[in-house]
């Protein structure tokens, strides 16, 4: 069925640096994606959304970067911090239910 | 706003024991929705609901049983437990059911074992 998927499950990084999380949706037909992020105990925390008519958008340290040619989603996150470590998900809208498809998520790890 | 709130935090089942996980949101949101997460997976949709009176099944509804009497509340309903729905159980809420720039807020969630 449709889906969406991560292309890696942990990516460990040295604060400072620069993060670039991926994501592959299946679903050509989604017009909207967006970026949750959770921490330990906690449920997901809206970061950046997108819409299919877009293909960039940014907000504060973030970056969502869409590549609809290969379904394709990133998520940039400028001067990684170590409040940034968590796990992050990709998700798809689907019209029909009116609800989301998540992604397996990548977990960050922040290096002191 | 107390936003989506989700009880109890932590619970333990016999197998074949029954529960209702309770959930409200304060948002006057119409959509409301359960997912499940298992270790180390992403999020899956077990009901939804568009409003008061209406619920749709989702991608895992098996097992599970919901209702929707209020806009506030969203109870999730697990009739006969099995060792398979262990899992932490997650209820959001948004307004206008996930369309462009209509943000999903999730509850703190619901951590289930099933002995």
């Known amino acids: 069925g449709e889906s969406v998927g991560l292309h890696l499950p942990t990516l460990s990084v040295q604060e400072g640096d620069n993060s670039i999380i991926n994501c592959a949706y299946s679903n050509s037909a989604s017009d909207y994606f967006i970026w949750y992020k959770q921490e330990s105990g906690k449920g997901p925390q809206f970061i950046i959304d997108i819409r299919s008519n877009m293909d960039k958008r940014q907000g504060q340290r973030v970056t969502v970067l869409l590549n609809k040619t290969v379904k394709h989603l990133s998520l940039q996150i400028a001067a990684t911090q170590p409040g940034d470590s968590a796990v992050y998900f990709c998700a798809e809208n689907d019209t029909g239910r009116r609800a989301l498809t998540f992604g397996s998520g990548t977990r960050l790890q922040v290096q002191p | 706003n107390a936003g989506v709130t989700q009880t109890p935090k932590f619970r333990i089942l016999k197998i074949g024991q029954s529960m209702t996980l309770q959930c409200t949101q304060d948002m006057n949101h119409n959509y409301m929705y359960w997912y499940r997460q298992d270790p180390g997976m992403g999020l899956k949709l077990i009901y939804y609901?568009?409003?008061?009176?209406?619920?749709d099944k989702g991608e895992v509804p098996n097992g599970y049983n919901v209702s929707r009497s209020t806009t506030e509340d969203f109870p999730l309903r697990l009739e006969l437990a099995a060792p398979s729905q262990t899992s932490v159980y997650f209820c959001?809420?948004?307004?206008?059911?996930?369309?462009?720039?209509?943000?999903?807020?999730f509850g703190p969630g619901t951590r289930l074992t099933v002995l």
């Open positions: 609901s568009v409003g008061a009176g209406i619920t």
């Open positions: 959001a809420s948004s307004y206008g059911g996930g369309l462009a720039g209509d943000e999903q807020f």
